[in-house]
């Protein structure tokens, strides 16, 4: 079995900055890309950023400039980091990971979730 938890979501005012993590645990052998997706009321789930394990990264446009994805490979831990939020970037967001189990077998494991809320 294979968990995600991510941690880091809130309440903001426009402008400010939060920042999320992911933390991956389990029988894990290796971790593929991870990946950012949020969700907000009425939308479809869409990609925010995603990190291959060897650190290349790909940003939505919506978010290019101001939020940046990382990782720790160490911790099997992705981040991020937000800046200059709007109150167009609430939503409840996602961690997804693509992961390697002990088991040789590839799964792809997302977390719960963690709301933010911008508030104008």
């Known amino acids: 079995q294979v968990q995600l938890v991510e941690s880091g979501g809130g309440l903001v005012q426009a402008g400010g900055s939060l920042r999320l993590s992911c933390a991956a645990s389990?029988?894990?052998?290796?971790?593929?890309?991870m990946a950012w997706y949020r969700q907000a009321p009425g939308k479809q789930r869409e990609l925010v950023a995603r990190i291959t394990s060897g650190g290349s990264t790909d940003t939505a446009d919506s978010v290019k400039g101001r939020f940046t994805i990382s990782r720790d490979n160490a911790k099997n831990t992705v981040y991020l980091q937000m800046n200059s939020l709007k109150p167009e970037d609430t939503a409840v967001y996602l961690c997804?990971?693509?992961?390697?189990?002990?088991?040789?077998?590839?799964?792809?494991?997302w977390g719960q979730g963690t709301l933010v809320t911008v508030s104008s």
């Open positions: 389990g029988s894990i052998k290796s971790i593929n890309a």
């Open positions: 997804n990971a693509v992961v390697l189990t002990t088991l040789d077998k590839f799964l792809g494991v």
